[in-house]
């Protein structure tokens, strides 16, 4: 069982590169940018051999480096080896576009040291195998970001950005430790595999599931926390892409993590979904107000995040899994090509008059695309499927028949229309085939998501009908857009309902002091 301790060197390598990047922490340091791409690779590599291992040998938990079930072990399985997969290749891509954009700062060398540190705190949180491990990768996480939150220390607003994510995180990280203390007095033990395949009912169960929500949703940015990934944009684009691709997911492979203890709280779960939900509505709306690019992008992110926990929620674990992957590859490249936005819209030609459906129009797409989506469910997915998962794809193709509706307008081109439909055929096909592919990766190693009980099924419902309302509310924005009472929401939602502003209020200032 050698291979298991194999994901450990992709975090050695990033370890030795910073080490050797903080040693030469100045302007434009020699060979430092280079050094710590060729250690990406290398890292990513690892990740690589490390999956083709666990196809081969399947999963298992090394043996512990340490005693008293304090020190290093690695956790190989599907989970870890995507996410580690993920955050390597996550990380090549933002080390090699650092070195670039970075270069002719005061502190590059410094700034690559810290890039390094963070993601390789990263790889040893999704690969953890016992509990100590993942508090103290979880903890040096938001440390090691801190620093790169703060590379301009002068501005006044990174300050107090970065000091309200370090209560946020502190908080986050208390219960992550509570939950860790309640775990190990459960079972005796600290390694994950063990809990996970010992998880029972009871109070302490329950309790810890309350603490690693809590600790998950803090760490995610939700509401009403939230304002704190707003706020950071003061620091360079790439720790940003870094942030919104990969450390931000923390929260989420979390509770993938701990599916099974999650599990045994159906209260807990409940709360995830009401949460998420929310939240994903909210950060949505708000996205579409706002006019700075990167700020959308971080309204985007936090619904993206909400709406990952939802799924958690739900218990659609290998879902939440295959979202945090797309999600961070599309984010990095978001981020990354953020300088570039203004330029390509400037670049694009005027369109035409715009096409705006009537609301017999809106009704007739929102039909068409749930009649596409059942027609490929029964033909390709049903069978097997979940209530959570065919009710999930409902509220996926309420998306589709938001761009439906701009196909059926009666300005539309035919070709629009024709592109629009076989927009909606497709994602109906990814979104099965997809889901399939995520459940036979996790086969095993996740939970099956039960069938839902009262509780359950009143969630779905309004789940449904509060996505439901909010599409068709976005597909007939020209039809009531006029409206005086429009302008008044639109100032509200792009002030993120002033939730932010009370939190501030709440700090009690704290977060406006300078840093030392």
């Known amino acids: 069982m050698v291979y ?27 060979p430092v940018p280079r050094v710590t791409e060729i250690a990406a690779i290398a890292a990513f590599a690892v990740a690589a051999l ?6 081969l040998n399947g999963s298992g938990t090394s043996a512990l480096i340490g005693a008293f079930g304090i020190g290093l072990s690695v956790r190989l399985d599907a989970v870890s080896a995507i996410m580690l997969m993920l955050v390597s290749f996550i990380g090549w891509i933002v080390l090699r576009y650092s070195a ?25 949180l999704v690969t953890s195998g016992n509990l100590v491990q993942l508090l103290v990768a979880w903890t040096v996480t938001s440390l090691s970001l801190h620093q790169l939150l703060l ?12 000091r309200k994510k370090a209560v946020v995180a502190r908080l986050s990280e208390l219960a992550l430790a509570g939950a860790v203390i309640l775990l190990v007095s459960a079972t005796g033990t600290t390694d994950i595999k063990t809990i996970l395949s010992g998880v029972e009912p009871g109070w302490m169960s329950v309790s810890a599931a309350i603490l690693i929500a809590l600790a998950a949703v803090l760490a995610s940015a939700q509401f009403p926390v939230h304002g704190w990934l707003t706020e950071v944009m003061e620091a360079p684009t790439p720790v940003s892409a870094l942030l919104h691709a990969g450390v931000i997911n ?5 509770l993938i993590r701990f599916a099974d203890v999650m599990l045994a709280a159906p209260g807990v779960m409940a709360l995830l979904v009401m949460l998420g939900g929310f939240t994903a509505l909210f950060g949505g709306l708000v996205m579409l107000t706002q006019p700075a690019v990167k700020t959308s992008l971080a309204w985007s992110t936090i619904a993206q995040m909400a709406f990952m926990i939802m799924q958690c929620g739900l218990a659609l674990f290998p879902l939440a899994l295959l979202h945090i992957v797309a999600h961070s590859l599309y984010k990095a490249h978001a981020f990354l090509s953020s300088g570039e936005a203004i330029k390509n819209i400037a670049a694009i030609r005027r369109p035409g008059p715009v ?42 193709i309420f998306g589709v028949a938001y761009l439906l509706a701009q196909g059926f307008a009666d ?24 889901q399939l592919a995520a459940q036979s990766l996790t086969a095993g190693t996740l939970p099956a998501t039960p069938a839902p009980g009262p509780l359950e099924w009143a969630l779905i419902v309004l789940a449904l009908l509060s996505f439901g309302v909010i599409a068709v509310a976005q597909a007939t924005f020209p039809l009531w857009a006029s409206h005086p009472a429009a302008a008044g929401i639109r100032v509200h939602l792009s002030n993120g309902l002033y939730a932010n502003a009370i939190f501030d209020k709440l700090l009690d200032g704290w977060s406006k002091r300078s840093v030392a």
Request: aromatic share 10%.
């Open 50 to 55: 490390s999956a083709g291992l666990l196809i």
């Open 151 to 162: 590379f301009y220390p002068e501005r006044a607003t990174a300050q107090r950005a970065a």
């Open 355 to 396: 096409a705006v459906p009537s609301a017999a129009k809106v009704v007739q797409s929102f039909v068409i695309a749930i009649a596409i989506y059942a027609t490929v469910g029964f033909l390709l997915g049903f069978d097997g499927k979940s209530v959570q998962a065919i009710a999930l794809g409902v509220i996926l």
């Open 250 to 254: 923390a929260g989420g492979f979390l």
């Open 100 to 124: 670039t954009y970075m270069d002719g700062e005061a502190k590059q060398g410094r700034f690559m040291a810290w890039m390094s540190v963070t993601l390789a705190s990263v790889m040893l």
């Open 4 to 30: 298991l301790f194999l994901p450990l060197l992709s975090p050695l390598i990033l370890l030795l590169a910073a080490a050797y990047a903080a040693r030469h922490p100045g302007l434009r340091p020699g």
């Open 411 to 434: 300005t539309a081109p035919r070709e629009l229309t024709r592109r629009t439909v076989i927009y909606a055929l497709l994602t109906s096909v990814s979104y099965f085939a997809l």
